[in-house]
């Protein structure tokens, strides 16, 4: 987080697919660092059954001590698990070797474009007027009128949505769960050639993953948790794109902007 400048004191939530070391080890060290640092503000830790006992065991054993308020959620069912005032994250339980989860994130639907000439031509001057009307409120003329947000802004425009499948082999339900997403981040460990191996360890491939993304019809697929034992991911890149073209692999630190959705 140092490196990447995300910053130890912003309002965060944490997102924990399952209790494999490679995905949960990492956790009391951010957390104490955290601490060291002097944050304050509250944090949220969601993941499957187990994550509680996790960290509790971890305070007990060894010299932990916080500084904020940790509020562990244990998701013990699929559906909304986060519903906060600008998006909202689904859980569904994937196929990996252990209980495993997938997370999808959306934003609500934004608010559409301002017109301010048409606003102006309806008695509205720029002020605070203005900014009610953005927010979504109706607002009360001095003549009595009531002019609503409709009336001088243009179709609320679809939320982008963000699909992530942790570890995973291909599954029954995926392509609804991340239908139409802006991104989706797809488990790739493995190469085609050992398709076997990747079910065996509960994996994907190249080419699952991006029949995933062709299913879904998501805009953007990103292959994640690359076996170490490929020095060079150009082989893996080429096996996604015969099928979805709209491919990248991700690397640390690795940052993409999604846009947001045009009127």
């Known amino acids: 987080m140092i490196i990447a400048r995300t910053g130890f004191h912003r309002k965060m939530k944490i997102f924990i697919t399952h209790m494999h070391g490679d995905h949960i080890l990492g956790l009391p060290g951010l957390l104490q660092t955290m601490a060291l640092l002097d944050r ?32 562990i959620r244990e998701i013990a069912h699929h559906g909304i698990v986060c519903d906060e005032k600008y998006y909202t994250v689904k859980a569904v339980k994937s196929n990996h070797v252990i209980n495993s989860l997938a997370y999808a994130l959306a934003e609500r639907p934004r608010p559409g474009k301002f017109y301010p000439k048409k606003a102006e031509a309806l008695g509205i001057n720029e002020g605070p007027l203005w900014s009610e009307l953005q927010k979504g409120s109706n607002v009360k003329l001095p003549n009595g009128r009531i002019v609503k947000p409709e009336d001088v802004m243009g179709q609320r425009r679809k939320g982008r949505k963000i699909v992530y499948t942790g570890d995973t082999r291909p599954f029954k339900g995926l392509a609804a769960f991340a239908a139409d997403a802006d991104l989706l ?14 079910d065996e360890d509960g994996h994907s491939t190249p080419s699952q993953a991006a029949e995933n993304a062709k299913k879904a019809k998501v805009k953007k697929l ?42």
């Open 40 to 71: 304050t503000r509250e944090l949220d830790i969601y993941g499957p059954p187990g994550i509680k006992r996790f960290l509790t065991d971890i305070k007990e054993t060894v010299q932990f001590v916080l500084t904020f308020p940790v509020n």
């Open 185 to 198: 981040i797809n488990d790739c460990t493995l190469g085609d050639d050992l398709a076997g191996r990747a």
């Open 222 to 263: 990103v292959l994640t948790h690359i076996s170490a034992r490929y020095d060079d991911t150009t082989t893996l890149l080429k096996q996604a794109r015969k099928i979805f073209r709209n491919t990248v692999v991700a690397e640390d630190f690795f940052r993409l902007e999604l846009q947001v959705p045009k009127d």
